[in-house]
Protein backbone atom coordinates (compact mmCIF):
# COMPACT_ATOMS: atom_id res chain seq x y z
CA UNK A 1 0.00 0.00 0.00
CA UNK A 2 1.67 3.16 -1.15
CA UNK A 3 1.66 6.63 0.87
CA UNK A 4 -1.23 8.11 -1.70
CA UNK A 5 -3.35 4.88 -1.14
CA UNK A 6 -3.12 4.78 2.71
CA UNK A 7 -3.73 8.21 2.89
CA UNK A 8 -6.82 7.96 0.96
CA UNK A 9 -8.27 4.55 2.72
CA UNK A 10 -7.95 6.76 6.09
CA UNK A 11 -10.00 9.67 4.32
CA UNK A 12 -12.36 7.41 3.14
CA UNK A 13 -12.57 6.27 6.67
CA UNK A 14 -12.77 9.76 8.25
CA UNK A 15 -15.86 10.47 6.06
CA UNK A 16 -17.51 7.52 7.02
CA UNK A 17 -17.33 8.34 10.53
CA UNK A 18 -20.95 10.21 10.72
CA UNK A 19 -22.59 7.14 10.23
CA UNK A 20 -21.42 5.67 13.58
CA UNK A 21 -23.41 8.32 15.03
CA UNK A 22 -26.53 6.52 13.40
CA UNK A 23 -28.43 3.64 15.17
CA UNK A 24 -29.47 0.59 13.25
CA UNK A 25 -33.22 0.42 13.09
CA UNK A 26 -34.20 -2.24 15.45
CA UNK A 27 -37.82 -2.94 15.32
CA UNK A 28 -37.02 -6.34 17.68
CA UNK A 29 -35.77 -3.73 20.57
CA UNK A 30 -37.60 -0.85 21.83
CA UNK A 31 -36.42 2.64 20.88
CA UNK A 32 -36.76 3.24 25.00
CA UNK A 33 -34.34 1.29 25.23
CA UNK A 34 -31.87 2.28 22.19
CA UNK A 35 -31.90 5.48 23.61
CA UNK A 36 -31.10 4.45 27.27
CA UNK A 37 -28.26 2.59 26.13
CA UNK A 38 -27.23 5.49 23.80
CA UNK A 39 -27.62 7.57 26.64
CA UNK A 40 -25.65 5.78 28.94
CA UNK A 41 -22.39 5.05 26.46
CA UNK A 42 -22.87 8.55 25.38
CA UNK A 43 -21.08 11.82 26.76
CA UNK A 44 -23.20 14.64 25.95
CA UNK A 45 -20.69 17.15 27.66
CA UNK A 46 -17.61 16.09 25.67
CA UNK A 47 -15.02 16.06 28.08
CA UNK A 48 -12.06 15.48 26.26
CA UNK A 49 -13.15 17.91 23.60
CA UNK A 50 -13.43 16.07 20.72
CA UNK A 51 -9.50 14.55 21.18
CA UNK A 52 -11.17 10.83 20.17
CA UNK A 53 -13.56 9.69 17.20
CA UNK A 54 -16.93 8.99 18.50
CA UNK A 55 -17.77 5.83 19.29
CA UNK A 56 -19.52 3.38 16.76
CA UNK A 57 -23.13 2.53 18.26
CA UNK A 58 -24.19 -1.18 18.71
CA UNK A 59 -25.74 -2.62 16.36
CA UNK A 60 -29.30 -4.07 16.71
CA UNK A 61 -28.22 -8.06 17.28
CA UNK A 62 -26.13 -6.55 20.06
CA UNK A 63 -28.53 -4.46 21.32
CA UNK A 64 -30.93 -7.35 22.13
CA UNK A 65 -28.47 -9.47 23.62
CA UNK A 66 -27.90 -6.47 25.96
CA UNK A 67 -31.51 -6.01 27.01
CA UNK A 68 -31.65 -9.52 27.72
CA UNK A 69 -28.69 -9.24 29.94
CA UNK A 70 -30.06 -6.18 31.79
CA UNK A 71 -32.79 -8.33 33.00
CA UNK A 72 -30.56 -9.10 35.40
CA UNK A 73 -30.43 -6.42 38.47
CA UNK A 74 -27.14 -6.23 38.93
CA UNK A 75 -25.72 -6.38 35.28
CA UNK A 76 -27.99 -3.70 34.88
CA UNK A 77 -26.57 -1.54 37.71
CA UNK A 78 -22.79 -2.30 36.63
CA UNK A 79 -23.90 -1.30 33.00
CA UNK A 80 -25.40 2.10 34.40
CA UNK A 81 -21.81 2.70 36.17
CA UNK A 82 -20.58 3.12 32.87
CA UNK A 83 -22.47 6.38 32.92
CA UNK A 84 -20.75 10.15 32.62
CA UNK A 85 -22.77 11.06 35.40
CA UNK A 86 -20.29 8.29 37.56
CA UNK A 87 -17.09 9.23 35.98
CA UNK A 88 -15.96 11.78 38.42
CA UNK A 89 -16.93 9.23 41.37
CA UNK A 90 -15.01 6.30 39.24
CA UNK A 91 -14.04 6.97 36.16
CA UNK A 92 -12.42 3.19 35.79
CA UNK A 93 -15.81 1.69 36.27
CA UNK A 94 -14.18 -0.89 38.66
CA UNK A 95 -17.56 -2.46 39.89
CA UNK A 96 -18.49 -3.13 35.96
CA UNK A 97 -15.33 -4.41 35.07
CA UNK A 98 -14.96 -6.43 37.90
CA UNK A 99 -18.71 -7.93 37.04
CA UNK A 100 -17.50 -8.58 33.36
CA UNK A 101 -14.55 -10.59 34.66
CA UNK A 102 -16.62 -12.39 37.28
CA UNK A 103 -19.28 -13.20 34.87
CA UNK A 104 -17.86 -13.69 31.27
CA UNK A 105 -20.12 -11.16 30.27
CA UNK A 106 -20.40 -10.69 26.79
CA UNK A 107 -22.81 -8.19 26.51
CA UNK A 108 -21.65 -5.45 29.11
CA UNK A 109 -17.77 -6.71 27.31
CA UNK A 110 -19.11 -5.46 23.72
CA UNK A 111 -21.32 -2.18 25.86
CA UNK A 112 -18.02 -1.17 27.44
CA UNK A 113 -16.05 -1.62 23.96
CA UNK A 114 -19.10 1.00 22.65
CA UNK A 115 -18.06 3.36 25.20
CA UNK A 116 -17.19 6.72 24.54
CA UNK A 117 -14.01 6.95 26.44
CA UNK A 118 -11.73 4.70 24.58
CA UNK A 119 -9.95 3.49 27.84
CA UNK A 120 -13.35 1.71 28.25
CA UNK A 121 -13.17 0.51 24.62
CA UNK A 122 -10.21 -0.82 25.25
CA UNK A 123 -10.68 -2.61 28.42
CA UNK A 124 -14.15 -4.11 26.63
CA UNK A 125 -12.10 -5.17 24.07
CA UNK A 126 -9.45 -7.37 25.86
CA UNK A 127 -12.22 -8.95 28.28
CA UNK A 128 -13.76 -10.08 25.01
CA UNK A 129 -10.80 -11.47 23.78
CA UNK A 130 -10.77 -13.27 27.50
CA UNK A 131 -14.39 -14.36 27.05
CA UNK A 132 -13.41 -15.92 23.36
CA UNK A 133 -10.07 -17.65 24.94
CA UNK A 134 -12.38 -19.46 27.50
CA UNK A 135 -14.39 -20.77 24.83
CA UNK A 136 -12.39 -24.29 24.53
CA UNK A 137 -13.51 -24.47 28.27
CA UNK A 138 -17.27 -24.12 27.93
CA UNK A 139 -19.37 -27.77 27.78
CA UNK A 140 -22.46 -26.78 26.44
CA UNK A 141 -25.57 -28.19 24.18
CA UNK A 142 -25.67 -27.70 20.95
CA UNK A 143 -28.45 -25.05 21.43
CA UNK A 144 -25.99 -23.56 23.84
CA UNK A 145 -23.07 -23.81 20.97
CA UNK A 146 -25.49 -22.21 18.67
CA UNK A 147 -26.04 -19.07 20.91
CA UNK A 148 -22.12 -18.87 21.41
CA UNK A 149 -21.57 -18.57 17.54
CA UNK A 150 -24.51 -15.99 17.22
CA UNK A 151 -22.60 -13.86 19.68
CA UNK A 152 -19.27 -14.15 17.58
CA UNK A 153 -20.76 -13.39 14.70
CA UNK A 154 -22.53 -10.48 16.02
CA UNK A 155 -19.65 -9.00 17.46
CA UNK A 156 -17.35 -9.72 14.33
CA UNK A 157 -19.97 -7.45 12.32
CA UNK A 158 -20.06 -5.18 14.87
CA UNK A 159 -16.00 -4.80 14.93
CA UNK A 160 -15.81 -4.81 10.90
CA UNK A 161 -18.15 -2.04 10.93
CA UNK A 162 -16.21 -0.05 13.96
CA UNK A 163 -13.01 -0.39 11.16
CA UNK A 164 -15.33 1.04 8.52
CA UNK A 165 -16.31 4.39 10.19
CA UNK A 166 -13.47 4.87 12.71
CA UNK A 167 -10.02 6.73 11.07
CA UNK A 168 -7.02 4.61 11.90
CA UNK A 169 -5.23 7.63 13.16
CA UNK A 170 -5.94 10.94 14.57
CA UNK A 171 -3.70 13.65 15.23
CA UNK A 172 -2.11 14.43 18.66
CA UNK A 173 0.29 12.84 21.32
CA UNK A 174 -1.01 10.58 24.23
CA UNK A 175 -4.90 10.30 22.83
CA UNK A 176 -3.01 9.23 19.21
CA UNK A 177 -0.82 6.67 21.26
CA UNK A 178 -4.33 5.37 22.79
CA UNK A 179 -6.76 5.47 19.76
CA UNK A 180 -4.10 3.50 17.51
CA UNK A 181 -3.86 1.36 20.64
CA UNK A 182 -7.97 0.73 20.21
CA UNK A 183 -7.44 0.30 16.50
CA UNK A 184 -4.79 -2.37 17.02
CA UNK A 185 -7.25 -4.09 19.66
CA UNK A 186 -10.21 -3.90 17.18
CA UNK A 187 -8.05 -6.48 14.63
CA UNK A 188 -6.83 -8.11 17.27
CA UNK A 189 -10.15 -8.79 18.85
CA UNK A 190 -11.12 -10.01 15.11
CA UNK A 191 -8.94 -12.31 14.22
CA UNK A 192 -9.12 -14.06 17.25
CA UNK A 193 -13.04 -14.00 17.06
CA UNK A 194 -12.57 -15.40 13.34
CA UNK A 195 -9.21 -17.37 14.02
CA UNK A 196 -7.89 -15.65 10.73
CA UNK A 197 -4.91 -13.58 11.57
CA UNK A 198 -4.75 -10.52 8.76
CA UNK A 199 -2.70 -7.65 10.07
CA UNK A 200 -1.11 -7.96 13.65
CA UNK A 201 -0.47 -11.39 13.96
CA UNK A 202 1.72 -11.83 17.11
CA UNK A 203 3.51 -8.45 16.18
CA UNK A 204 3.49 -6.06 19.35
CA UNK A 205 5.00 -3.15 17.74
CA UNK A 206 3.31 0.23 17.71
CA UNK A 207 1.16 -0.28 14.11
CA UNK A 208 2.95 1.91 11.46
CA UNK A 209 2.97 0.38 8.08
CA UNK A 210 -0.28 -2.17 6.89
CA UNK A 211 2.03 -2.57 3.59
CA UNK A 212 2.21 -6.41 3.78
CA UNK A 213 -1.59 -6.53 4.31
CA UNK A 214 -4.27 -3.91 3.04
CA UNK A 215 -6.23 -3.34 5.75
CA UNK A 216 -9.18 -3.78 3.38
CA UNK A 217 -8.00 -6.85 2.08
CA UNK A 218 -8.09 -8.30 5.97
CA UNK A 219 -11.68 -6.98 6.34
CA UNK A 220 -12.64 -8.73 3.35
CA UNK A 221 -11.07 -12.02 4.64
CA UNK A 222 -13.24 -11.23 8.05
CA UNK A 223 -16.26 -10.52 6.23
CA UNK A 224 -15.94 -14.07 4.37
CA UNK A 225 -15.51 -16.04 7.81
CA UNK A 226 -19.20 -14.58 8.20
CA UNK A 227 -20.16 -16.44 5.09
CA UNK A 228 -22.29 -13.78 4.25
Known amino acids: MNVMHYLFLILLLACTSEESLQQ ?3 AEVPAAFSSYVNRTLADSTDLFQGAYPPATPLSCELLGTLQEELKDDSARYCFERLSRRFWMEDPHARVTHAYIRRHMSFALSMAAAAHWNEDHRIRGLLELQEYRGMRPLVCTTKEGNAVLE ?3 RAAVRYLIRV ?7 INGSENATIHDSY ?3 VMRTLDLFTGRPRVLGDDRRMRTDLAHDPLEIAIAEWRSW ?3
Do not use: A
Open 226 to 228: LGE
Open 163 to 169: LETTPLV
Open 183 to 185: MRE
Open 24 to 26: DTC
Open 150 to 152: KQD
